[in-house]
């Protein structure tokens, strides 16, 4: 008959001097899933980042085996001797900071000191300080022990490791007759909270100092400039047919030139000479441009000036729009002793008040390539704290990697435009992968979380997203290790 099993992460955090504990540390780990994990129903699984970590970029080192997989992890197990370890941005050494995390967290820390004695070769005399310095930071705390050989750390860790594990209710054990799960708010140092607070992107300020969107300004009055200089003669009377600036392209250049007080001489500023064109069959019906180099100059640049325009409208747009909204970061959170899955969750708001996926702000079409799935992710989904987990979906992320195209040819600028639209909501519904649905003068969202451990905290599968400021929120939870459904309500902080 199959088992449920509950697997625990141990995090290994030692300085380089530390390699004899390191190993002991896993026997004892494999010693306790022979002999009392298969009793207990549990398994752990230990992790270091000389086997666990990978290349990646676009951050701080330590940060990056945060999220690799420090803040995942249990609880560790930490060894000091000679060496503190390399300073990081927050903390004295990376060792002190997955300490320190994982604490703030409320999770299980195994801290040791060996008093073994010390080797010359080991000695440097501001490690070993920064070492004692830490020790008598925890001395009244009760979370660290001392050992002189590898034997008396091997007991006492394998002593302190049955002691924890003992102390938690398994599997095998009697249920709770009532369940432990809730929804809660998450304040902005990534922690549940009670009350939590909706904020605002702010993405409209921050456009304003972005590199991108000054350089894009620059470019845009260099164009005009450019523009504006080059002076043709002729009236178009080529045998060709005229090619012109539509009149709703005029429009929006005019506007911008006024919006932004750029003076340019309208009456010669769209006149392109005897530009003209010819039909094609090559180009499927297109059009090839027949006229002098400046005349074609000329063209090209307006068009370039009319893409850099609609693109800075549309982020100007969107960011807007954007900031016009609410958002709110929820997490489902474990206050049992015991894991618990298959659970459902359902949502309820007052109608219309939630922002359904499909009212999102939508970028605008030439823009829209840029918000891909990390970009769209990046706005919509928190990111994990020691505190909070990540909400993980092997559908959602098997999708994530489906993309449409076209196979065998180049598309043309409009199957371009779909194709990148189809992408940008592919990408959404990978984020809000809710069932919507309405009751009454009710809003309903729903969805499953198929398993958490007891004691943790995951984040709902996106931010979610507010019209208008909900005062509170209603929520009922079904799962397979509770009788009843578990109902509450969270009361929304307002400024």
């Known amino acids: 008959m199959p088992k449920v099993v509950t697997k625990y992460d141990l995090l290994i955090s030692c300085p380089s001097d530390v390699m004899d504990e390191i190993d002991i540390i896993r026997e004892t780990i494999d010693e306790y899933n022979r002999r009392d994990g298969e009793k207990n129903n549990t398994v752990i699984t ?7 970590s990978y290349p990646q970029s676009g951050g701080r080192p330590q940060e990056l085996l945060n999220k690799q997989f420090v803040l995942d992890c249990d609880f560790v197990v930490a060894v000091f001797w000679t060496r503190f370890g390399t300073p990081t941005e927050k903390y004295g050494s990376g060792t002190e900071e997955e300490i320190e995390e994982l604490i703030k967290s409320g999770k299980q820390v195994f801290l040791y000191f060996s008093d073994q004695p010390i080797k010359p070769s080991l000695y440097d005399s501001s490690q070993y300080k920064k070492v004692i310095e830490f020790r008598e930071k925890y001395k009244d705390r009760g979370i660290y022990d001392i050992y002189e050989t ?31 799960l809730v929804i809660q708010g998450v304040d902005g140092n990534g922690k549940p909270t009670d009350r939590p607070k909706l904020f605002r992107t702010q993405l409209g300020t921050q456009l304003l100092n972005l590199e991108f969107f000054k350089q894009d300004k620059e470019e845009i009055l260099s164009l005009f400039e450019k523009i504006d200089n080059i002076r043709l003669s002729g009236i178009n009377k080529s045998y060709h047919e005229a090619i012109e600036i539509p009149e709703k392209n005029k429009k929006i250049l005019c506007d911008y030139a006024s919006d932004h007080n750029i003076n340019i001489n309208m009456g010669e500023f769209f006149h392109l000479g005897n530009l003209g ?34 693109k800075l409208e549309d982020y100007i747009n969107y960011f807007s729009n954007m900031d016009s909204k ?67 979906n092997m559908i959602t992320s098997f ?14 600028y409009e199957e371009q435009e779909e194709i990148n639209r189809k992408n ?7 984020i809000f992968i809710y069932d919507y ?21 995951i984040y709902l599968p996106s931010k979610l997203v507010f019209n208008s400021p909900p005062d509170k929120i209603r929520y009922e939870i079904r799962s397979k290790n509770s009788p009843e459904i578990m109902k509450g309500e969270i009361d929304i902080k307002s400024d």
């Open 326 to 392: 609410y958002f709110l970061k929820l997490c489902l959170s474990n206050q049992g002793t015991r894991p618990d899955e298959d659970i459902e969750v359902r949502l309820l708001f007052e109608k219309d008040v939630l922002c359904k996926k499909e009212e999102l702000p939508f970028p605008g079409i030439d823009i829209i390539k840029g918000f891909d799935g990390e970009a769209l992710s990046g706005i919509y989904k928190a990111k994990k704290s020691v505190s909070v987990r990540e909400y993980e």
């Open 399 to 412: 999708d994530h990697g489906l993309k449409y195209t076209i196979e065998g040819r180049t598309p043309t």
């Open 150 to 180: 590898s034997q008396e750390f091997e007991k006492k860790f394998s002593n302190h490791l049955k002691q924890y594990f003992d102390s938690i209710p398994h599997e095998k054990q009697e249920k709770p007759q009532k369940g432990q």
């Open 46 to 52: 230990t992790k270091h980042w000389s086997k666990d």
């Open 424 to 430: 940008y909501f592919q990408e959404i519904n990978n």
């Open 437 to 457: 649905y309405s009751e009454g003068d009710m809003d309903i969202i729903c969805y499953t979380q198929n398993y958490i451990k007891h004691n943790t905290n």
């Open 277 to 310: 064109g010819v039909k094609n069959i090559m180009t499927l019906g297109g059009y090839s441009v027949k006229g002098t180099e400046e005349e074609k100059r000329k063209y090209l640049l307006i068009q370039n000036l009319l893409t850099a325009v609609n």
